[in-house]
């Protein structure tokens, strides 16, 4: 694993103006839309963002283009892994990285509209929420339509993993999964590929903490543009809702009381860095 740029950002302590977001972007073979990923993400309407690109061993030219034009941003950082290990572990990098007082997945295929970043703070920065996730089922913004037995699959996925953790969520499986930087750090990740989301799940389930959901919209690709999750990802997930959220909802927190005074505070020092 390298970090191109620059090394001192690896030690947050030296950062006094730690931004209000990290955003963590996994990407494997997305030449085709990685630059304007980048550009979207940094257009979104959040004043003190960084990216923290992970490229998890690509061999399409997509780190290549990670040496130049919109990458080159300073508000970008870009870590290499040398070869494929999956999302998960691209995740675990990424997080391992960001410096922002919330954290949020962003995929590289632009399937996930960094317009919606505003909304899926909201509850954080009001100090509501310690993790929001971007719902495509909970009646958002617009929406590709495509796959009708892919959407049957994900919401069948959410009911097992919901069934587990006992949280009623609407899309376990989304890439919008926002946090509270700390929380993260609580939270021992092992799964290397896409069972990465249902062990989230399980383990956010497992703090006790308050998880909100939003509606997002959802601009799906099809497999002749790239699309790459397939059957043996829905058996994996199924294997892994069951792995981490058994353990999980046997030794579940209660929800943690919070003090509105608090949440308050760090509110009112976020708000004004989000328009
Ligand atoms: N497929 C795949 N994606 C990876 C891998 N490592 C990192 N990623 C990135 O993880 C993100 C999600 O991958 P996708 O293949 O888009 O998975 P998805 O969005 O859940 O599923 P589809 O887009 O529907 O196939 C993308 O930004 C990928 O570039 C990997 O090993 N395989
Ligand atoms: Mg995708």
């Known amino acids: ?22 955003v963590v972007m996994p990407a494997y073979n997305e030449r ?16 003190s963002i960084e990216i923290v690109v992970v490229d998890d061993g690509s061999t399409d030219g997509t780190r290549e283009l990670l040496t130049r034009g919109v990458a080159l941003d300073p508000r970008v950082r870009v870590i290499l892994h040398d070869k494929n290990r999956g999302k998960g572990a691209a995740l675990r990098t990424g997080f391992h990285e960001a410096r922002g007082r919330f954290v ?30 971007g719902s495509r089922f909970a009646g958002g913004g ?9 959407s049957v699959a994900n919401q069948w996925l959410t009911t097992v993993s919901n069934m587990v953790t006992d949280l009623n969520l609407t899309d376990m499986e989304t890439c919008y999964k926002a946090f509270r930087r700390e929380l993260l ?20 389930a497992q703090l006790g ?13 099809t497999y002749a543009e790239g ?3 397939g059957l043996k ?3 994996r997930a199924i294997y892994c809702i069951v792995r981490y959220g058994v353990p999980a909802r046997a030794a579940r927190r209660p929800v943690p009381w919070r003090p509105d005074d608090a949440s308050a505070a760090s509110a009112e020092d976020s708000r004004a860095d989000v328009s």
């Open 233 to 235: 990802d829905a058996f």
């Open 227 to 229: 699309k790459k999750i």
């Open 104 to 133: 949020v997945v962003q995929d590289a295929d632009l399937e996930y509209d960094p317009s919606d970043f505003a909304q899926l703070l909201e509850p954080l920065i009001e100090g509501r929420a310690d993790v929001v996730y």
């Open 32 to 47: 085709a839309t990685i630059h304007s990923a980048l550009r979207r993400v940094l257009d979104a309407p959040v004043d």
């Open 1 to 22: 694993m390298l970090a191109i740029r620059p090394a001192s950002w690896h030690e947050p302590e030296t950062m006094p103006d730690r931004p209000t977001l990290s």
């Open 142 to 150: 617009a929406h590709r339509v495509l796959y009708y037995w892919h």
């Open 185 to 204: 750090d609580e939270i021992h990740l092992e799964e290397d590929r896409f069972g990465i989301e249902p062990e989230i799940t399980a383990k956010v």
């Open 209 to 221: 903490v308050r998880v909100y959901e939003v509606p997002i919209s959802y601009h799906g690709r």
